[in-house]
């Protein structure tokens, strides 16, 4: 079954809005990995949560995992149209699983 | 510095007959992972190899296997093919099966089933 999910599944954003995109889990989770998939690509690695309630930043980008180690976050700040694409979470539960992603539209 | 690279890029093949897929990890990478991502969805993952061995295997039938050879490259094979298994097959190398600074994919193989 599911073992990662992610909500929404698609989100259409004007450019300059915010986005967010979350990762849920029913078990505890000792990492997560967040990865970025541009349409007709493949997967590229942006981050790895491993602490209770740790807060990452990349620019605009800030990745957060929950105190509980079950669920996590991805929050794009003024979105363009170079964040187009699919966003993973990836869990590591004895294998790592994959989300079922959210597809991230951004109208010019 | 070479990245994951993959072959072939696409291939298409009927219905019964049997598929090898290869991959070759960035170099200093021992550990190859396969996936399977279909249209839509994200990737399933089916089995990890390190130094050689198997070390894990996600939940796909018999007739999908794998190997990986002493220069760390590995081969998925896929035997009596099914529509089914129509989908983008992804290899990702890492240092180690944890994956601690992530995975690396390559641009994977496109198989169609027909």
């Known amino acids: 079954g599911q073992q990662v999910m992610q909500i929404p599944q698609y989100q259409h954003v004007q450019e300059g809005e915010d986005f967010t995109t979350y990762c849920n889990s029913s078990?505890?989770?000792?990492?997560i990995q967040w990865y970025k998939q541009r349409p007709g690509g493949h997967p590229v690695f942006l981050i790895q949560?491993?602490?209770?309630?740790e807060v990452k930043k990349q620019k605009r980008l800030t990745f957060q995992f929950g105190e509980a180690k079950k669920n996590s976050s991805l929050h794009i700040t003024a979105t363009q149209t170079t964040d187009v694409g699919t966003y993973f979470c990836?869990?590591?539960?004895?294998?790592?699983?994959f989300g079922t992603g959210t597809s991230l539209t951004v109208i010019p | 510095d070479a990245g994951v690279t993959q072959s072939p890029t696409h291939l298409i093949k009927t219905r019964g007959q049997q598929v090898t897929l290869r991959c070759s990890p960035i170099?200093?990478?021992?550990?190859v992972s396969w996936y399977q991502q279909v249209l839509g969805q994200g990737p399933q993952f089916i089995f990890q190899?390190?130094?050689?061995?198997?070390?894990g295997r996600g939940n796909f039938p018999d007739r999908f296997s794998a190997r990986q050879f002493p220069n760390y490259s590995s081969e998925l094979n896929v035997n009596a093919l099914l529509l089914g298994d129509s989908a983008l097959y992804l290899c990702?190398?890492?240092?180690?099966?944890?994956?601690?600074?992530?995975?690396?994919f390559g641009s994977g193989t496109r198989l169609t089933v027909v």
């Open positions: 170099s200093g990478h021992k550990s």
């Open positions: 078990t505890t989770l000792s990492n």
């Open positions: 949560l491993v602490k209770s309630g």
């Open positions: 990702a190398s890492s240092l180690y099966p944890i994956g601690n600074y992530g995975y690396t």
């Open positions: 190899y390190y130094e050689k061995e198997e070390r």
């Open positions: 990836a869990a590591y539960l004895n294998q790592f699983y």
